[in-house]
């Protein structure tokens, strides 16, 4: 049996003056909200903190993306916040032994722990933690500004994650429109995050139903 797709949207396509507005247009339809938290070193942007997370009033579960160098002085700040889910990168943490840490950290905290690869980095770099991890994050387009263009040889990696560990949760961010939605879901996600896709679109609940499929 398939794993319902699930829908994350980002709020980083978000309109930044109105984000409690924003994320009430998309409450009754999406499964979570992303937040992606930048430091300007890792990604060459800045993006937002906790403090802008407490401060949004949401039911959904907040998923936080930590596009940080040194996500374990990070992870506190949004467990505070009741993060439900949080993901670091691969590219970030580099030994195993500093990974499963991490993971544990998250997991003791109350959160699922999520660990995150580029486009270029191989399924192989984050093999000896995909036993402890809830979720793996396959970026589709390189970290760090929306509206990006889909980089279709991750669906491979998706598939051959997909394959070999058919449980798992595979969450799929950048370029995620109806098209690569369903490319991804065909080669085994289950969890899409978008931005673009739904923060520019009229009707939004239909923008996450078709994204669904």
Known sequence: MSMRVLITPSILAADFGHLQDEIESIESCADALQADVMDGHFVPNLSFGAPVIRSLKTRLPWDIHLMVQNPKDRIQEFLECGAKTITFHAEAVQKKADRSLLIKAIQAGGARAGIAVNPETPITAIEGVLDEVDMVLLMTVHPGFAGQEFCSEVLEKIRALH??????????????????????????????????AIFSAKDRSKAIASLRG
């Open 163 to 196: 394959n070999a560990h058919p449980s798992l949760m595979i969450q799929v961010d950048g370029g995620i429109n109806p098209q690569t939605a369903l490319q991804c879901r065909e080669a085994g996600a289950t969890n899409l995050v978008a931005a673009s």
